[in-house]
Nanobody, 124 residues
């Protein structure tokens, strides 16, 4: 089993920055790619960003390209989402997810494990 725990959410103003973290643990956590998704009230969960196991490849949704950066720590068990120039439309619960096949995918079904989510609220 793999456990994912997100942290770093909060209430910020438009234009501010926030960094989310996702800590992964579990004996079977090995060579997983990681992704960030978000879900706003009344909307479907949507892809935000993904990063390969090596950290050498990343992939972003068009809506966050140029504002958000995904990265992973040296031990590869922590993944970060640096969010700059936040907008009210970025308000959502943000989830991290792990894919054991090291794909770089925007598809929810690709991911095998999910965290509980962290709330990000951006006020105008």
């Amino acid at each position: 089993q793999v456990q994912l725990v997100e942290s770093g959410g909060g209430l910020v103003q438009a234009g501010d920055s926030l960094r989310l973290s996702c800590a992964a643990s579990g004996r079977s956590f090995s060579r997983f790619s990681m992704g960030w998704f978000r879900q706003a009230p009344g909307k479907e969960r949507e892809f935000v960003a993904a990063i390969s196991w090596s950290g050498g490849s990343t992939y972003y949704a068009d809506s966050v390209t140029g504002r958000f950066t995904i990265s992973r720590g040296n031990a590869k068990t922590t993944v970060y989402l640096q969010m700059n120039s936040l907008k009210p439309e970025d308000t959502a619960v943000y989830y991290c997810a792990a894919d054991r096949s090291d794909n770089l995918s925007a598809r929810i079904a690709t991911y095998d494990y999910w965290g509980q989510g962290t709330q990000v609220t951006v006020s105008s």
